[in-house]
């Protein structure tokens, strides 16, 4: 008989209902899809009666801060304004889950309630984006990544949004197979499946503004020189900033030097062609910045541990 696993959802005041969503239906899906109660699923939040999204709507919950039985993992989604929703009781609560055992996991901004908690130092977790400068400002301890989800860590994080449906395809795939979670994927009309390592794309002028003007001018010539990509030295220069300056602000905001982001934004676009076009290995290679097939294929491989070719086979 299969096992059903059950996951328990902390709701915080003004939770995100994108990621919320995001975040149950592959599990619902999954039962639908497959037959069988592969999953089951409990709402709590703070007074035990309801949760209030950013968007308004009330969510009917199930509990509240007493202890919680038999859950595989308890996540807390949140969203916007999450620092007012930090309370002792909160914080309590989430320590004696932890000390019983009980594995926790974050989506969208509620890594930041984690943190808080003290549980995310030394290692990697993901946020929305838009918390990027709050979590480096207060917590330097907590190995912060651009991902869209962290899943190898003890704490699961995801970064919000759409990425929470990453996760939990993925931790679906782990679970019970890769056919699985892609027919789940087809189910929601889900084509552009993220893996953890992809990284978030957001408006750069949303997420960097006037305040790091240099960086988003750096990165604004990095998309528009994908095909044949600058050396960090020759964009600091366009900038009128040195070398050594750049590579702090992409440690600075970004956790990443100008090199790799760079990779990172061309593998990500790469990847992005193989999926969703018929172009050829060596014409993605050449879209992407990358001097011969062969080496395109040799980095691809090192950062995502699959060559082009099977990607283009798994995900396509």
């Known amino acids: 008989m299969t ?12 939770f995100s209902h994108l990621a919320f969503s995001c975040a149950l239906e592959p ?27 950013s968007n308004g709507s009330v969510t009917l919950v199930g509990g509240g801060m007493e202890p919680v039985k038999h859950a595989d993992r308890l996540f807390l989604i949140s969203g916007i304004n999450v620092q007012d929703h930090v309370t002792p009781e909160l914080l309590a609560f989430l320590r004696r889950e932890r000390a019983a055992g009980t594995p926790l996991g974050a989506i969208c901004s509620a890594a930041y309630i984690l943190a808080r908690a003290g549980f995310l130092n030394g290692i990697e977790a993901a946020i929305h984006w838009e918390y990027h400068d709050l979590i480096v400002e207060e917590f330097p301890e907590v190995n912060l990544v651009r991902n869209v989800f962290v899943s190898k860590a003890k704490i699961i994080t995801a ?47 949303s997420r960097h503004g006037m305040r790091n003007a240099h960086l988003m001018r750096a990165i604004a010539m990095m998309e528009e020189h994908i095909e044949e990509p600058l050396s960090p030295s020759l ?42 076009t018929e172009q050829s290995v060596t014409e993605i290679a050449m879209a992407c910045g990358f001097r011969s097939t062969s080496h395109f294929s040799k980095v691809f491989r090192g950062v995502y541990g699959t060559s082009p070719v099977a990607q283009r086979t798994t995900l396509g």
């Open 27 to 53: 599990l619902r899906i999954a039962n639908l899809v497959s037959g069988k109660p592969l999953y089951r699923w409990s709402l709590i939040s703070a007074d035990g009666r309801t949760a209030t999204c």
């Open 3 to 14: 096992r059903t696993t059950h996951f328990v959802f902390f709701l915080v005041e003004e």
């Open 159 to 205: 970064s919000g949004g759409t990425a929470a449906a990453d996760l939990m395809l993925h931790l679906i795939g782990q679970q019970h197979g890769t056919d699985l979670a892609t027919a789940i994927a087809d189910q929601m009309v889900y084509n552009a499946v993220r893996e953890g390592s992809a990284a978030q794309r957001v408006s750069l002028q």
């Open 235 to 276: 964009i600091a220069e366009r900038l009128g900033i040195s070398t050594r300056q750049l590579e702090r602000l992409f440690g600075r905001y970004l956790n990443s030097t100008p090199k790799h982001y760079f990779l990172e934004m061309r593998l990500h676009r790469a990847r992005n062609l193989l999926v969703q």
